[in-house]
C-alpha cells in the first residue's frame, strides 16, 4: 500500500485536494531527484489550501534548516535555521505529531522574532512532520488561510500529512541513493588514484587524468597542461589518443586555459550564458571558441603542489552545472593526486642520464662484441667527451648580483565591530604573529548585556527545574526554550565581544605610522586599522646582469641561501620582471626581478640579503660551457 492510501481514505478531503495527492504519489514515485519536484508540488499544495505562506524544513544533525519558502518574505525566511524544538516548526519536528495553531501569536513556542526581522504577520498555522518510519527528516508548514474563516482546519492538515508522507519516503530514497552513488564515486576514485600514482612517465600519467576523470566527473571533454619552463604546453586531450598542438582549435583551448590558469585559482563556470563576472568576461574573450563547440559550462583546476604550479586540469560540458558541489569537490581532490604525481615524474626525470641508460646499455653491448683495436680506433676518448657534452642534461643557473627579502603583500587589518579605540598594542615596524591582539575596542556595553544575558540565563534554567520538580511539562517545555534563546544570545554576545580585540590575521610586520594617535578614535566597522606587511610570504627582489636576461622569465624557481640559515635552502619562483633596466656606475646595467617564496616556518625575515640562484631549463652541458664565448665572439665580430 502506498504512504497516501490511509488519506485517500479520508472523506473530508476535496476532489482537488484528493486529485493532488494522487498526482504527488505518483510523481515523487518516479525520480530519485525530489528537490525541484518538492518545490512544485509545494506550490500546488499553497494554491489548493489558499495560503499566504509556506515552509518546507529539513533537518541537519540538530538544526532545522529552512530550504524551501513561499510568501511575500521567502528571501528572508530561506536559509534561517533553528533549534531542534525551538519555535511551532521546531516542536512539530521533535514530536513527530502534526499540529492546527488557529492564532499563533498566542502560543508560547511562537518565535516572534522571526516575523520581527521580515515584517510578516503570522496568524493561523498548520504544521506536519516530514519522517520515514523511524526518522523524522523535518516539517512543513503552511500560514495564513486566505479564505473562509480564515483557519485552516482537519481537511487541509490531513492534505498537508498526506503530501509529507510521500515527500518522506522520497527524500529518504534520494538521501539511500546519494549514498550508494558517493560510494560508486569513492571506489572509482580510488581505481584512478591507484592508475595516476603508479607510473613515473609523464605521458601516461596525462592521457589518464584526461580519460579517466570521467568514471566520476560528468564532463564531455577534458584536457591537460604541463608547466616547462614557465610556458603551459598541451599534453593530452580525451578520447584523443595523438593531436596536432599546433591546429587551430588547439591553439585556442591552449589560450583560454592559459587564461584562465591567470586567476590562480579553481575556474568553475556553471552556466556560460550566466550573468557572474567570469561567464561574461569568458564570452567577450573567447566568442568564436564557444560557437565554435557549443559548449555550456566549463571548469579549469590548477594543479600545483608545495614547489609550485605544475599545469592545469581544463574540463567541459554541453550541459549547465554538469561538476556540482560534491563534483567540483571530486575534482579538486583528483587534480591534488595527479599534481603529485607529475611531480615525482618530473624530478624522476631530472635524474642524470635516467633517459640514457636504456641507449647506453645497447651501446654497450655492440661495443663490447668490437675487437680492442677496432674500439679505441673508432669510439676511444674522443667519442665520450662528444657524448658527454652533447647529451647530458644540466639546469642552466643565473646568480643575480643581489637579492634582498621584503613582504610578500600588504593585507589591511580591519574593525569587524564598531567601537572606540581603548587601548593600541600595535607598533610601527613591530613583528606580529597571527592572532596577536593589536587594539582593543570599547567593551562596556557588550559586557553589561553579558552580564544580563548569563543572569536570564541562570532564572530560566532555574524556572525549568523547578518546572520539572512540579511536573508541569508544560511551564518546562517553555523554560527550556527559553534556556536555549538566553545561551544563543550568550553566544553571540561572547562572540561579539571577542571581535571587539582586533587581532593579526597573518604574520607580519606592522607597516602604518604611529598607530598609536588612532588612540581614543572611533572605528567604524569594516575601515582599516593598520596596514600589515606579510611575512608567511615574502618576495625576493634581485639584480640580474644585463646579458642574462634572455636565460631568465617569469615560472622558473629561484633558490636561496642566508647567512643566518646556511644549511637551509629556500625555493621560490619568479612572479615579475622589470620591464625596464636600471643603468650602473660603471655602464652595467641590471633588471630587477621579483619571486615569491613560501615563509610558513617563519624562518626568514624581511630586509635579509640572500645569495640566489635562478634555475633556468635544462641545457646540454656543452651548451652551458661555450655560451660565454659564443655570446662573446657575436658581441665582438658583427657587421
Given at each position: 500500500?502506498?504512504?497516501?492510501?490511509?488519506?485517500?481514505?479520508?472523506?473530508?478531503?476535496?476532489?482537488?485536494?484528493?486529485?493532488?495527492?494522487?498526482?504527488?504519489?505518483?510523481?515523487?514515485?518516479?525520480?530519485?531527484?525530489?528537490?525541484?519536484?518538492?518545490?512544485?508540488?509545494?506550490?500546488?499544495?499553497?494554491?489548493?489550501?489558499?495560503?499566504?505562506?509556506?515552509?518546507?524544513?529539513?533537518?541537519?544533525?540538530?538544526?532545522?534548516?529552512?530550504?524551501?519558502?513561499?510568501?511575500?518574505?521567502?528571501?528572508?525566511?530561506?536559509?534561517?535555521?533553528?533549534?531542534?524544538?525551538?519555535?511551532?516548526?521546531?516542536?512539530?519536528?521533535?514530536?513527530?505529531?502534526?499540529?492546527?495553531?488557529?492564532?499563533?501569536?498566542?502560543?508560547?513556542?511562537?518565535?516572534?522574532?522571526?516575523?520581527?526581522?521580515?515584517?510578516?504577520?503570522?496568524?493561523?498555522?498548520?504544521?506536519?512532520?516530514?519522517?520515514?518510519?523511524?526518522?523524522?527528516?523535518?516539517?512543513?508548514?503552511?500560514?495564513?488561510?486566505?479564505?473562509?474563516?480564515?483557519?485552516?482546519?482537519?481537511?487541509?492538515?490531513?492534505?498537508?500529512?498526506?503530501?509529507?508522507?510521500?515527500?518522506?519516503?522520497?527524500?529518504?530514497?534520494?538521501?539511500?541513493?546519494?549514498?550508494?552513488?558517493?560510494?560508486?564515486?569513492?571506489?572509482?576514485?580510488?581505481?584512478?588514484?591507484?592508475?595516476?600514482?603508479?607510473?613515473?612517465?609523464?605521458?601516461?600519467?596525462?592521457?589518464?587524468?584526461?580519460?579517466?576523470?570521467?568514471?566520476?566527473?560528468?564532463?564531455?571533454?577534458?584536457?591537460?597542461?604541463?608547466?616547462?619552463?614557465?610556458?603551459?604546453?598541451?599534453?593530452?586531450?580525451?578520447?584523443?589518443?595523438?593531436?596536432?598542438?599546433?591546429?587551430?582549435?588547439?591553439?585556442?583551448?591552449?589560450?583560454?586555459?592559459?587564461?584562465?590558469?591567470?586567476?590562480?585559482?579553481?575556474?568553475?563556470?556553471?552556466?556560460?550564458?550566466?550573468?557572474?563576472?567570469?561567464?561574461?568576461?569568458?564570452?567577450?574573450?573567447?566568442?568564436?571558441?564557444?560557437?565554435?563547440?557549443?559548449?555550456?559550462?566549463?571548469?579549469?583546476?590548477?594543479?600545483?603542489?608545495?614547489?609550485?604550479?605544475?599545469?592545469?586540469?581544463?574540463?567541459?560540458?554541453?550541459?549547465?552545472?554538469?561538476?556540482?558541489?560534491?563534483?567540483?569537490?571530486?575534482?579538486?581532490?583528483?587534480?591534488?593526486?595527479?599534481?603529485?604525481?607529475?611531480?615525482?615524474?618530473?624530478?624522476?626525470?631530472?635524474?642524470?642520464?635516467?633517459?640514457?641508460?636504456?641507449?647506453?646499455?645497447?651501446?654497450?653491448?655492440?661495443?663490447?662484441?668490437?675487437?680492442?683495436?677496432?674500439?679505441?680506433?673508432?669510439?676511444?676518448?674522443?667519442?665520450?667527451?662528444?657524448?658527454?657534452?652533447?647529451?647530458?642534461?644540466?639546469?642552466?643557473?643565473?646568480?643575480?648580483?643581489?637579492?634582498?627579502?621584503?613582504?610578500?603583500?600588504?593585507?589591511?587589518?580591519?574593525?569587524?565591530?564598531?567601537?572606540?579605540?581603548?587601548?593600541?598594542?600595535?607598533?610601527?615596524?613591530?613583528?606580529?604573529?597571527?592572532?596577536?591582539?593589536?587594539?582593543?575596542?570599547?567593551?562596556?556595553?557588550?559586557?553589561?548585556?553579558?552580564?544580563?544575558?548569563?543572569?536570564?540565563?541562570?532564572?530560566?534554567?532555574?524556572?525549568?527545574?523547578?518546572?520539572?520538580?512540579?511536573?508541569?511539562?508544560?511551564?518546562?517545555?517553555?523554560?527550556?526554550?527559553?534556556?536555549?534563546?538566553?545561551?544563543?544570545?550568550?553566544?553571540?554576545?561572547?562572540?561579539?565581544?571577542?571581535?571587539?580585540?582586533?587581532?593579526?590575521?597573518?604574520?607580519?610586520?606592522?607597516?602604518?605610522?604611529?598607530?598609536?594617535?588612532?588612540?581614543?578614535?572611533?572605528?567604524?566597522?569594516?575601515?582599516?586599522?593598520?596596514?600589515?606587511?606579510?611575512?608567511?610570504?615574502l618576495q625576493v627582489e634581485a639584480l640580474i646582469e644585463q646579458h642574462d636576461v634572455d636565460r631568465v622569465q617569469t615560472g622558473l624557481p629561484i633558490r636561496l641561501k642566508v647567512a643566518a640559515r646556511p644549511n637551509h635552502t629556500f625555493v621560490g619562483t619568479i612572479v615579475q620582471m622589470s620591464p625596464s633596466a636600471t643603468p650602473g656606475p660603471a655602464g652595467d646595467a641590471t633588471v630587477t626581478v621579483w619571486g615569491d617564496i613560501d615563509n610558513d616556518e617563519g624562518l626568514l625575515r624581511p630586509g635579509l640579503e640572500a645569495r640566489a640562484k635562478i634555475v633556468g631549463a635544462r641545457r646540454p652541458v656543452g651548451y652551458l660551457v661555450f655560451r660565454p664565448l659564443i655570446r662573446w665572439i657575436q658581441m665582438r665580430f658583427w657587421r
Open positions: 500500500m502506498s504512504p497516501g492510501a490511509p488519506i485517500l481514505a479520508n472523506t473530508n478531503l476535496t476532489l482537488e485536494q484528493l486529485e493532488l495527492l494522487h498526482e504527488a504519489g505518483l510523481e515523487f514515485a518516479s525520480t530519485l531527484d525530489s528537490d525541484e519536484l518538492l518545490a512544485r508540488v509545494f506550490d500546488r499544495a499553497l494554491d489548493v489550501l489558499d495560503a499566504e505562506a509556506g515552509s518546507i524544513w529539513l533537518r541537519k544533525a540538530d538544526v532545522l534548516v529552512c530550504e524551501i519558502a513561499r510568501g511575500p518574505v521567502r528571501e528572508k525566511i530561506e536559509g534561517i535555521e533553528l533549534p531542534m524544538g525551538a519555535g511551532i516548526v521546531g516542536d512539530v519536528a521533535l514530536r513527530g505529531e502534526s499540529e492546527l495553531v488557529a492564532d499563533a501569536t498566542d502560543d508560547p513556542r511562537f518565535v516572534h522574532q522571526v516575523d520581527d526581522a521580515t515584517g510578516f504577520a503570522t496568524r493561523s498555522v498548520a504544521t506536519v512532520p516530514l519522517k520515514t518510519k523511524d526518522d523524522v527528516l523535518g516539517a512543513l508548514q503552511v500560514l495564513n488561510k486566505r479564505s473562509g474563516t480564515g483557519l485552516f482546519d482537519e481537511a487541509d492538515l490531513t492534505l498537508l500529512e498526506g503530501l509529507a508522507a510521500t515527500a518522506g519516503l522520497s527524500l529518504h530514497n534520494a538521501q539511500l541513493h546519494g549514498a550508494e552513488g558517493r560510494a560508486r564515486d569513492l571506489k572509482a576514485m580510488l581505481e584512478i588514484s591507484r592508475e595516476i600514482t603508479s607510473t613515473l612517465d609523464t605521458d601516461r600519467l596525462v592521457v589518464s587524468l584526461a580519460n579517466l576523470g570521467s568514471r566520476i566527473l560528468s564532463y564531455d571533454r577534458a584536457a591537460v597542461s604541463l608547466e616547462d619552463a614557465g610556458q603551459l604546453t598541451l599534453r593530452a586531450i580525451s578520447g584523443q589518443e595523438t593531436f596536432d598542438a599546433k591546429s587551430d582549435a588547439n591553439l585556442e583551448l591552449d589560450r583560454l586555459m592559459e587564461w584562465l590558469l591567470e586567476r590562480g585559482e579553481v575556474a568553475y563556470v556553471p552556466d556560460i550564458e550566466g550573468d557572474t563576472e567570469l561567464a561574461s568576461s569568458v564570452r567577450t574573450s573567447f566568442p568564436g571558441y564557444l560557437e565554435r563547440t557549443r559548449i555550456r559550462s566549463l571548469c579549469l583546476v590548477p594543479l600545483v603542489d608545495e614547489e609550485g604550479r605544475v599545469g592545469a586540469f581544463y574540463m567541459e560540458s554541453a550541459s549547465v552545472g554538469f561538476l556540482g558541489d560534491a563534483g567540483l569537490e571530486a575534482a579538486q581532490l583528483l587534480a591534488t593526486q595527479a599534481s603529485v604525481a607529475l611531480r615525482n615524474s618530473e624530478l624522476y626525470g631530472q635524474v642524470p642520464l635516467i633517459g640514457l641508460l636504456a641507449p647506453v646499455a645497447e651501446m654497450r653491448n655492440r661495443l663490447a662484441a668490437m675487437p680492442r683495436t677496432a674500439f679505441l680506433r673508432k669510439v676511444g676518448i674522443p667519442v665520450v667527451v662528444v657524448i658527454a657534452v652533447a647529451l647530458i642534461p644540466w639546469r642552466e643557473r643565473v646568480s643575480p648580483r643581489s637579492a634582498e627579502l621584503i613582504p610578500g603583500s600588504r593585507m589591511p587589518v580591519r574593525a569587524t565591530v564598531g567601537g572606540l579605540l581603548e587601548e593600541v598594542r600595535a607598533q610601527e615596524g613591530a613583528t606580529v604573529s597571527r592572532g596577536d591582539v593589536l587594539a582593543v575596542l570599547r567593551d562596556d556595553e557588550i559586557r553589561i548585556r553579558i552580564s544580563e544575558t548569563e543572569g536570564a540565563l541562570a532564572a530560566a534554567r532555574r524556572e525549568e527545574a523547578s518546572a520539572r520538580s512540579r511536573g508541569d511539562e508544560t511551564q518546562s517545555r517553555l523554560a527550556d526554550i527559553r534556556t536555549a534563546e538566553f545561551t544563543e544570545n550568550l553566544s553571540l554576545l561572547r562572540e561579539q565581544l571577542e571581535r571587539t580585540r582586533i587581532r593579526a590575521p597573518v604574520d607580519g610586520v606592522i607597516l602604518t605610522v604611529r598607530p598609536h594617535e588612532m588612540l581614543g578614535e572611533y572605528l567604524e566597522p569594516g575601515r582599516t586599522f593598520v596596514l600589515l606587511g606579510r611575512t608567511d610570504r
